[in-house]
């Protein structure tokens, strides 16, 4: 398929009657659609850089390379965050943004604040205390797959049943539902229910929020899930066609630390993340290796993906026709 065709196909997931349909594989190969992404999409995004955990003291950074084009974000001396090119390279400076924590870039110098638009999710997790939370362990990992692979694969929880069955699938229902709500282009909220409430927590949560995995997905790659008295997050940068970096981590509020073993608790939370990544990455790299087959096509979407059409519409408005 040309990019047009693409391009077109895209925007007709923004129509009344958008089909309950995957991209075509095409969409996951295609060269010229990637140059496209390359400029469109993470060259105008907001992108999940990492938390303030790791950038406290003077002189702390974090590199990532979206899209091979590497920016360094530096925690000045004067306690201000800033962004230069890691290459050395001439370009406008990249957009930086601090919100509950969570550091993110944008290439666009010019770039609307991302922070209005996670108004109303800042309100809903008020009670989880973002801005108090702190790190307890975080990965980085390189999957080999194009990058909305792994992205559509976090706005559903249905694959759970397939490729979480020893881990995420026990705390979910089986094919559990999923309320989505667009905020707006760049966020959108997915509501997840546990199989059983989750025991009482150190933070003051309510027993909808005790029931209920929160998740925030900030368009195009970034994503945070609010449980109990922890935070995952993860940010998926595109490196080229059909490899991302996963880079992530867990954070727990200090009042659900009191009296445990922190190195413990760490290697805990470090093996659990290893292993649901290991399941996640060995699927959606399976995925990869169909998309390239002549013989794939497009599947049908379960009524219980409305996440993954959320995501598409994004894409689409990102990657407008003409």
Known sequence: MTLTELVAELGRYLDEDAPRLSLSPAAFTSPELWAAERERVFGRSWLLAGHVGDLAEAGASVTLAPAGRPVTVTREEDGVLRTRSATGARRPPTSVEEWQGFVFVNADPDAEPLAPHLGRIGEELAAYRLTEMTPVTGFTEVWRCNWKIAVQNAHENYHAMGLHPTTVAL????????????????????????????????????????????????????????????????????????????????????????????????????????????????????????????????????????????????????????
Request: hydrophobic letters at 45%; glycine letters at 8%.
């Open 171 to 322: 705390i979910t229902p089986p094919g559990g539902a999923m309320e989505v709500r667009t905020e707006s282009r760049w966020v959108t909220r997915l509501l997840s229910p546990f199989r059983e409430p989750l025991a009482d927590t150190a933070l003051p949560l309510s027993a909808d929020q005790r029931a209920t995995m929160y998740n925030c997905a900030v368009f195009p790659s970034a994503s945070l899930a609010a449980f109990g008295d922890s935070v995952v997050w993860i940010s998926m940068i595109p490196l080229a066609i059909d490899r991302i970096e996963v880079r992530g981590g867990v954070l727990t509020h200090p009042a659900a630390l009191g009296g445990q073993d922190l190195d413990a608790l760490r290697e805990e939370n470090a093996r659990s993340a290893a292993v649901v990544n290991r399941e996640d990455r060995l699927g959606m790299e399976a995925v990869q290796r169909v998309a390239g087959s002549r013989f794939a096509e497009r599947g049908h979407l379960s009524p219980k993906e409305p996440g993954v059409l959320a995501f598409y519409r994004s894409l689409a408005r990102a990657l407008p026709a003409g």
